[in-house]
């Protein structure tokens, strides 16, 4: 604990862009084939380094089949806030979910990223006995603690019960119990985000296990049972406020990114794919009247593709869906970037107008029929995935998996990890860095990213920008 609040947390959105550049970014590595122990990458990102884009440190995990996906930090801006009880602490820790395993990792990065090691191992039983969920997927460090969605319930196949989240102390990392106290129709879980002053929460849906543990279940897709539905809550009270449909075909309603400016109340939800004719969109949310409103403000089309060019899954309709799998808001608010991990391509909008998006750049790598090469000329399997925004909205980073049996169905000749960042313009537009690949280990793929001294998918501010 610091006697002052950590030099990393920032009361408002134009500050943060202020502060210095990240040195290292933490990257999730998973063994697809459950060989070998999930592992956290520490990779330099600072130019002109000697071990620029090198990994300079792994933490290597003492167990098998955790299936790691996305993680967070146990405290960050929003430890700023009025109602937060904990404004000295430090963003110190990463927290780990193993989405399979229901296990958490609790590790320390200081007082070197190149040291990082683990602090603390939570085991499943601890999670199903005092939550009643299984599955942790997305964290989130709030002011009153750590958030943790799930996306199973309870029992073997975590079908027993909804999915939802549940609470962690920041401090001690004790599993608290559930937040909800009415979740009113929401019976299926994905990510969340808010707006603390405003004080409400955003939840969006993907899917139970059996629908996703073993790949993507074709005839619930065209049956239109994963995901297609927001929920609002009201963050204090912990209840559902309203849920919004936004239509059974808009399958997988996934990533949520509220407007960083508390000022501002909207946000943009990205939707995998329409049943109907394949492509991809963006909605945007806002409140107005009392009342949340949504609508589809772009669409993405799907790209032809030879026969031979695609996977089994896909021969039957002749076309690569964009499979919209990420979303990035940066910090001023002015640039969504979207990843599109099925044609291979990193989009950029403007949403200066958040409810009339212009598309502002483009670089395509990877795609499931274009295959395009990195400039640097090495291949780049699979497509744009999980992507990170610098607090400066200088440089956006990306990975290439999405989930070890999706990969498999989609990209079935492999996807070996790597990451790869790219320059944003002074008025928009995009250009790979020919300089930064990190190629990981044989064996291991790349997920999520996380920026030392927090980023634009960590934080939440407490005040409006001046």
């Known amino acids: 604990m610091t006697m002052r609040p950590d030099p990393t947390f920032h009361a408002s959105p134009k500050l943060a862009m202020e502060a210095p550049a990240e040195n290292f970014a933490y990257t999730l590595l998973l063994s697809p084939d459950f060989s070998k122990p999930d592992a956290l990458a520490v990779i330099d990102v600072k130019p002109g380094s000697p071990t620029y884009s090198q990994i300079v440190h792994t933490v290597t995990m003492p167990n098998k089949g955790d299936e790691f996906h996305h993680f967070g930090w146990n405290a960050c801006s929003s430890a700023l806030s009025p109602l937060a009880g904990h404004a000295f602490i ?248 979207v990843s599109c991990w099925g044609t291979g391509e990193m989009r950029q909008y403007d949403v200066s107008d958040p409810r009339k998006p212009k598309l502002a750049g483009s670089v395509h790598i990877g795609g499931i029929a274009r295959r395009t090469p990195h400039p640097n000329g090495k291949a780049f399997a699979a497509g744009p995935q999980m992507v990170e925004i610098s607090r400066d909205g200088k440089r956006v980073y990306w990975t290439n998996s999405l989930y070890s049996t999706w990969d498999d169905q989609f990209y079935p000749d492999g996807v070996p990890g790597v990451e790869v960042v790219a320059n944003v313009g002074g008025n928009g537009g995009l250009e790979l860095d020919k300089d930064y690949f990190v190629s990981f280990p044989d064996g291991y793929r790349a997920h999520q990213i996380r920026l030392e001294g927090g980023d634009c998918s960590t934080d939440s501010f407490c005040y409006p920008s001046a």
């Open 90 to 337: 430090e963003r110190r820790y990463l927290i780990i979910p193993g989405l399979r395993s229901s296990r958490i990792y609790i590790i320390d990065t200081k007082p070197d990223p190149t040291k990082a090691k683990i602090h603390k191992i939570i085991e499943p039983e601890e999670v199903f006995r005092k939550t009643g969920y299984s599955r942790p997927h997305t964290i989130h460090c709030g002011p009153d603690g750590i958030y943790v969605s799930t996306l199973g319930g309870g029992g073997k196949d975590g079908t027993n019960g909804p999915p939802g989240v549940f609470i962690m102390d920041c401090e001690t990392f004790e599993v608290l119990g559930r937040w909800e106290i009415d979740r009113g129709p929401q019976t299926l879980h994905y990510d969340f985000w808010w707006n603390l002053p405003r004080d409400y929460m955003v939840t969006s849906e993907w899917a139970l296990p059996p629908q996703f543990e073993n790949g993507i279940v074709p005839e619930d897709l065209l049956a239109n049972k994963y995901g297609h539905r927001l929920h609002f809550w009201d963050l204090r009270a912990r209840r559902n406020v309203q849920t919004i449909d936004l239509g059974a075909n808009h399958q997988m309603a996934l990533e949520v990114r509220p407007a960083h400016d508390p000022v501002r109340e909207y946000g943009f939800v990205g939707v995998v794919v329409d049943t109907t004719n394949l492509e991809a969109s963006i909605w945007t949310w806002w409140r107005e009247g009392g009342k949340f409103h949504a609508e589809k403000t772009a669409t993405i089309p799907p790209e032809p593709a030879p026969k031979e060019k695609l996977p089994p899954l896909l021969q039957g309709f002749g076309a690569v869906p964009p499979l919209v799998t990420d979303i990035d808001l940066s910090m001023d608010d002015r640039f969504l970037y």
